[in-house]
């Protein structure tokens, strides 16, 4: 589970980390729906590994 900052509020996204894009400074996360979301490094606040 990732936390993550967006225009003064936060909240969480449950998925899987696929690419860390050192180019872009972006993590491209997997969905459960199988969509893919885009997080860029200075919007993260924690991680949190979920079994």
Same mark, same amino acid.
């Given at each position: 589970?990732?936390?993550?900052?967006? #225009?003064? *509020?936060?909240? #969480? &996204?449950?998925? /899987?980390?696929?690419?860390?894009?050192? &180019?872009?400074? =972006?993590? /491209? &996360?997997?969905? %459960?729906?199988? %969509? *893919? =979301? /885009? @997080?860029? *490094?200075? !919007?993260? &606040?924690? @991680? %949190? @590994?979920? !079994?």
């Amino acid at each position: 589970m990732l936390t993550v900052w967006d #225009d003064g *509020f936060t909240h #969480d &996204i449950t998925g /899987r980390v696929h690419y860390v894009d050192p &180019i872009t400074h =972006e993590l /491209r &996360i997997v969905l %459960k729906s199988g %969509k *893919f =979301e /885009r @997080v860029a *490094f200075d !919007n993260l &606040i924690g @991680v %949190k @590994v979920l !079994n």
